[in-house]
């Protein structure tokens, strides 16, 4: 199978959906398939974390990596992001249109959110066989935030796009179950051609090791006080109000709240903690992705979250990396969230409803007390990790929906 992989981040980039292609384009061509990946040089991050890439290259995996010069403005500045999209859609779409290759099939990513309507659009020129893969579901997701009005003319023509895509895409990957509901829904299509394949994690490359063998933990003196982690996207789609209300609530009590990436509403966290004088917080940047397991084993811990209203919109992919390095996962989230059935059935956690900054102050306490229940957790997150969330499981039924697809079944 010659599978061509489309998305405006990939690694070294920090994006979570840029390492998560980059692990999947390395495991298809592994076990024998012929991989392209056409994406954007580093620019998810701020511009210290932007690596240097070559525009051209044959990774050790054999996956052949094409990145195209678009524009990297801030994505926390809307004008900004939109311009990035652009200058990665247009070329990318002329590109598609003269690219003649027999037998490919096409993976189009939900990063920028319309790119599977370039599909779409070549597709109504020549043959051309896509899957799309949908992370964050928009227009929903602008809808959300607030940035475009439901209804509206945006909207409206957005949702006749997206069915325009889906319709004739050979086949679409979801995140979770409220996902595929919301496809099927929406825009009318069979549930047969819509597959729910979770993300996952390295599990390699991130294990669990003790806390105080971290380095990480080791520097910041997160040794010996519980220490609870939220690491990744500071985006407006996560609920950060609960754990600093708890935070507040356990000021003078020996337990981190550490804090570590980047996003939209990093500043509003660095500014409560500093006005709350909330000296039981800390605050770090994207930490280099060849120390990632030191940092996500830097904790007892770790936050999961999701904003009110996001199910089936959006789902956090940082619950498979916690899920690798065995910790304790405090799921916060609205009560019929797939994530809280996720941590009560298996044990690896526990849950919290939004706002609920005293139940959170339960929780955290029942953790600090003891210590065998921390580990009991950690033990069963890692083992629901290793039965539902590798690569290797992912990635064999992803092989199998981009067969369908290539095959025109």
């Excluded at 797939?338 to 919290?352: N, Q």
Aim: glycine share 6%; with cysteine.
């Amino acid at each position: 199978m010659k599978v061509v992989i489309l998305n405006q981040y990939y690694a070294p980039d920090v994006a979570s959906t840029g390492h998560l292609l980059y692990e999947l384009a390395n495991d298809l061509s592994i076990n024998g398939e012929d991989v392209d990946v056409i994406t954007c040089r580093p620019s998810y991050g701020p511009p210290e974390t932007w690596q240097p890439c070559p525009r051209k290259e044959r990774d050790a995996s054999g996956v052949m990596v094409r990145r195209m010069l678009a524009t990297r403005f801030s994505k926390d500045n809307m004008v900004g992001r939109i311009v990035n999209s652009i200058t990665f859609l247009v070329p990318l779409a002329a590109r598609m249109m003269f690219r003649m290759k027999r037998g490919e099939v096409f993976l189009y990513t939900t990063n920028p959110p319309y790119l599977g309507v370039v599909g779409t659009m070549v597709g109504l020129v020549r043959r051309h066989r896509y899957v799309v893969l949908l992370h964050d579901a928009y227009p929903q997701m602008a809808v959300w935030v607030g940035k475009i009005r439901k209804g509206g003319l945006i909207d409206r023509t957005w949702h006749l796009l997206n069915k325009w895509m889906y319709r004739r895409a050979k086949q679409t990957i979801v995140l979770c179950e409220a996902a595929k509901d919301l496809v099927c829904d929406t825009y009318g299509i069979d549930p047969e051609k819509v597959h729910v394949i979770p993300n996952w994690a390295d599990g390699e490359f991130l294990h669990p090791i003790d806390k105080a063998d971290s380095p990480f933990a080791i520097e910041h003196d997160l040794v010996e006080p519980l220490t609870l982690l939220y690491s990744g996207n500071m985006g407006l789609y996560y609920d950060f109000d609960t754990i600093l209300n708890a935070a507040t609530l356990l000021r003078g009590e020996d337990v981190r709240f550490v804090f570590i990436g980047g996003g939209g509403v990093r500043s509003r966290i660095e500014d409560e903690i500093e006005k709350r004088n909330l000296d039981n917080s800390m605050m770090f940047p994207h930490q280099p992705f060849d120390t990632l397991n030191e940092s996500l084993n830097a904790c007892d811990v770790s936050f999961v979250t999701i904003a009110k209203d996001i199910e089936g919109i959006s789902f956090p992919s940082k619950l498979y990396t916690s899920l690798a390095v065995g910790k304790v996962i405090i799921a916060i989230c609205e009560p019929h969230s797939s994530l809280r059935t996720i941590v009560e059935e298996s044990g690896c956690g526990m849950w919290v409803e939004l706002g609920d900054a005293d139940g959170l102050v339960r929780a955290v306490r029942e953790l600090a007390a003891d210590p065998e229940k921390v580990r009991s957790m950690g033990r069963a997150a890692r083992e629901l990790f290793e039965r539902d969330y590798t690569l290797q499981a992912c990635a064999r039924q992803y092989a199998k929906v981009l067969d369908k697809a290539q095959r025109n079944l």
